[in-house]
């Protein structure tokens, strides 16, 4: 009987146990097998009910054991910043237990976080973020962890980081930050690895990167020391070879052209050599599969371990895996031109001596030490009249002189002779490359200087003692021509390419007729040429080369129609214009979008930013109205958006992204109770558009003075003080630098036509060689011929902005100066670039570095800018 009853209590338990977990409600459910949490810093309980966050970093998971990430309250990432940022990515770290705070910190980035605050300190700036970090510890494991808003800390110290909410993953990825082909590059794609008959070579200090989707691996470390093929690297001219067995290839620096066996091939894609701006390796970068089967050996490309697989084969040092198709370079008049080859003109015998002279000259050496100390007397300067494509200059001393070395600093070339005595004097020349001599004797050094003014900063030289000391031969060298080939590529498209001997600076401009390249400082070695095209529609029916003078080159490309248009592009020291038919623009549909809006919304309840950088626009609604933009989903009635996001935050409410295919300019209002936003392109949007540039940015600083940077003050003055006159004036701006970042100069100058703009203003910091040098000058360039409907050119704002800043700044007043900067010459409206004063000159110095002058100098643009309009108006 007490079994029974027993058994009959345990039922009753069981069954009473039984009705509390079915009428729980179901969050508590939920809750109860949620990931259970501590927040020390609210001093509260939490229960995590959504996915745990895992991490990714350079493809390969973060092992966060214990610990795994969360998502705060409004929907930010949240992961332990011990073991993502100082275990992982091996940012350094200090927790300040006293202060609440955590430092992380790396060469370039100091980066403050406070427990329990939104606000952090980079490199000393306040900086508001979406979430703040917390103290927990997690209840189950009985861990403790400070977790930081992972994306806020990722991006602040450059790297690059992506969301997968499907598998509540985050990728993090350091870009490697390159400089190849003259330009910086930050890039995010494939890091590749190299296996050599199973093995790993070690690439780690410069990975493979993908270049026209072709593997480009190190040709050192995988050809010489990890297969060991015999290398060689001239630096001098450029060239690197391989031999393996009776197998020799030769290939060049920014060249596609390569000799296999003495037989001429295309490589695909050009050896660069790249610099790694992070750990300062340098190193030539070869097409990995060509090299590889050029000399016999196989190669696989593993697309899921990213690697670049070589093995050994029996061909290797005997002939090449792979049948390499032979290119046959044309020779002007000779008629064997290739199907796609109009043309290719190149350096004639005349000229060889002279390139190989300049090639030399570019890696010459800049010092001279006879071993003597004799105290020399400074003779006599000559111009030798009869240098054929290049300048000389002899200097006689009547006893050997002792040493001398050369110091090029921008346009000045700089020859110190020490124990020479010489008179002060000035020389002026009539010549191409050098237009004066200054002589300058320090009684105290006892030393001569012998500064050159050149006219262009790319002109090399090269030294020579002769007559045992007695005299000296400086040689200037200009740029040259070397190729101009044309023809029509894979696709179709028509090219002409021109290349140097160095990176030329083409100024190319067209009229209806056709299209003209000025090369200045450049001399034409390829002679006086024509070609007629009689290829069916072509874009090209006359190309013609000449000498504008003996230092410069001409080029004119005849039309077949006005709608002919082209692209510039930039392979190293070649230029390739890309010819296209203009086709017609499709016609975007410019009906306004018609979003359905909770109830009780206003236009004061609604704000906007316009991030055209990431061609994305915010709509920011008050309140959390998720639940209504799901119930009614917004229609994208437009071609040019890609995408429309909705989200919330409890900063800035519900957020709708809109994502843009082109920066597209917009405005919204609200009709029956619907919010109505138009899209288009920015001209037909605002009635007035102008680009505020602050100069250099990230890597460049500009002009230094101590530990005042220039690239701060521009931006200080145009991006946060101008800034707040320009907001809600009725003049639309973009800004070619949004943080600190270094922009190419082309894209700069590129900008003003995507955004339509009016005009560009680009605002700079001066600095000379002397602190006496002050004021206020403004540059424009000639060539530039833009002016707006009603009629407002490059030397009215010149002139308008020169005279305002210098009197309400109280600065000198050194007027405009018509000079080839790439914003002002290559852009497509009027633009100026202004030297608001030196950094070098005491008053300059304290005028720039003033918060009231900035403010000032911002004021006076902006004021400057508003009356232009009114004098010249769009009629928008």
Not at 6 to 17: D, S
Not at 676 to 690: E, F, H, M
Request: hydrophobic share 35%.
């Amino acid at each position: 009987m007490r079994k029974k009853i027993k058994n009959y209590k345990k039922m009753c338990v069981l069954l009473i146990v039984s009705l509390l977990i079915s009428s729980a409600p179901v969050d508590q459910a939920q809750a109860a097998s949620g990931l259970k949490i501590y927040n020390y810093t609210t001093n509260s309980s939490m229960t995590v009910t959504d996915e745990t966050i895992s991490y990714v970093y350079n493809e390969k998971s973060i092992p966060l054991g214990n610990n795994p990430g969360i998502l705060s309250s409004n929907g930010v990432a949240l992961g332990p910043y011990v073991k993502i940022f100082r275990d992982a990515l091996g940012i350094k770290t200090l927790y300040n237990k006293e202060k609440k705070t955590v430092t992380l910190r790396d060469d370039k980035t100091t980066l403050v976080l406070t427990l329990g605050s939104k606000t952090a300190q980079v490199n000393g700036k306040s900086v508001t973020m979406n979430a703040a970090p917390i103290s927990i510890k997690y209840s189950k494991a009985n861990e403790t962890a400070i977790l930081v808003p992972t994306r806020f800390v990722a991006e602040t110290f450059g790297y690059s980081y992506d969301w997968n909410s499907t598998s509540s993953t985050v990728t993090i990825t350091k870009p490697l930050n390159l400089t190849y082909d003259n330009q910086l590059v930050s890039y995010t794609g494939i890091q590749g690895s190299v296996k050599f008959d199973g093995k790993n070579v070690n690439v780690s200090n410069l990975p493979s990167i993908l270049i026209a989707n072709t593997a480009m691996a190190q040709a050192y470390k995988v050809f010489a020391k990890g297969m060991g093929v015999t290398y060689k690297y001239s630096e001098s001219k450029g060239t690197i070879s391989f031999t393996k067995g009776n197998i020799n290839l030769l290939m060049e620096l920014g060249s596609k052209i390569a000799y296999l066996n003495d037989e001429v091939v295309d490589c695909g894609v050009a050896p660069k050599l790249v610099f790694n701006e992070d750990n300062g390796e340098v190193a030539v970068l070869v097409p990995a599969q060509f090299v590889s089967k050029a000399l016999g050996y196989d190669y696989n490309w593993n697309s899921a371990t990213k690697t670049s697989e070589i093995t050994t084969t029996k061909k290797v040092g005997k002939e090449p895996n792979i049948t390499i198709p032979p290119v046959s370079p044309s020779t002007p008049g000779d008629g064997n031109y290739s199907e796609s080859e109009y043309f290719n003109w190149t350096a004639k015998d005349s000229y060889k001596d002279v390139l190989e002279e300049a090639k030399n000259a570019m890696n010459s050496k800049n010092s001279i030490d006879t071993g003597s100390v004799t105290i020399s007397q400074f003779l006599k300067l000559d111009t030798d009249q009869l240098a054929k494509n290049k300048e000389n200059y002899q200097f006689s001393f009547n006893e050997t002189f002792s040493s001398v070395t050369a110091i090029k600093d921008k346009e000045e070339l700089i020859l110190s002779f020490k124990n020479m005595v010489a008179t002060d004097s000035l020389s002026t020349f009539g010549n191409e490359l050098a237009k004066e001599a200054r002589v300058i004797y320090d009684a105290v050094k006892n030393q001569t200087d012998v500064i050159f003014t050149l006219s262009d900063a790319s002109i090399s030289y090269t030294l020579t003692s002769e007559n045992d000391g007695k005299g000296l031969s400086l040689s200037l060298y200009s740029n040259y021509l070397t190729q101009i080939s044309a023809g029509r590529d894979d696709s179709g498209s028509e090219y002409l390419s021109i290349t140097g001997l160095k990176d030329i600076k083409p100024i190319v401009t067209q009229d209806e007729d056709s299209i003209y390249v000025s090369i200045p400082n450049t001399i034409n070695t390829l002679g006086d040429n024509n070609f007629s095209n009689k290829e069916e529609n072509s874009s090209m029916l006359f190309v013609s080369l000449n000498s504008m003078s003996a230092n410069n080159s001409f080029l004119i490309i005849q039309k077949p129609s006005p709608d002919v248009t082209y692209e510039l592009n930039q392979d190293g020291s070649t230029y390739t214009l890309t010819f296209e038919k203009e086709e017609e623009i499709p016609v975007i549909d410019n009906s306004s979008l018609k979003i359905a809006l909770p109830s009780g919304i206003r236009l004061s309840d609604i704000s906007s930013e316009d991030n055209y950088n990431k061609k994305q626009i915010s709509i920011f609604i008050k309140g959390d109205h998720r639940t209504f933009f799901e119930q009614n989903p917004i229609v994208n009635t437009y071609d040019n958006v890609s995408n429309i996001k909705v989200s919330y935050s409890s900063s800035k409410g519900t957020e709708l992204l809109i994502t843009t295919k082109v920066i597209q300019g917009f405005k919204y209002t609200i009709v029956d109770g619907k919010l109505q936003v138009t899209i288009d392109r920015p001209s037909a949007i605002y009635d007035k558009i102008i680009i505020l540039d602050a100069g250099h940015g990230g890597k460049d600083p500009g002009a230094l003075k101590g530990t005042t940077q220039e690239k701060v003050i521009n931006y200080k003055i145009l991006n946060e003080y101008a800034k707040e006159y320009f907001t809600n004036s009725g003049i639309k701006v973009y800004y070619t630098r949004v943080d600190d970042t270094l922009i190419a100069l082309d894209d700069r100058a590129a900008f003003a036509k995507q955004v339509d703009a009016d005009f560009f203003i680009s605002l700079h910091c001066n600095s000379a060689t002397t602190s006496a040098a002050r004021g206020t000058s403004v540059y424009y360039s000639s060539v530039n011929k833009s002016k707006t409907s009603s009629g407002l050119t490059n030397t009215i704002l010149a002139n308008t902005l020169v005279n305002n800043l210098s009197k309400a700044l109280g600065t000198k007043n050194l007027g405009i100066i018509d000079k080839g900067f790439v914003v002002v010459r290559d852009n497509s409206v009027p633009a100026v670039l202004i030297e608001l004063a030196f950094l070098t000159n005491p008053d300059d110095l304290a005028l720039l570095t003033s918060s009231t002058s900035q403010k000032k100098a911002a004021k006076t643009i902006y004021d400057t800018v508003a009356s232009l309009f009114e004098a010249y108006p769009t009629n928008r």
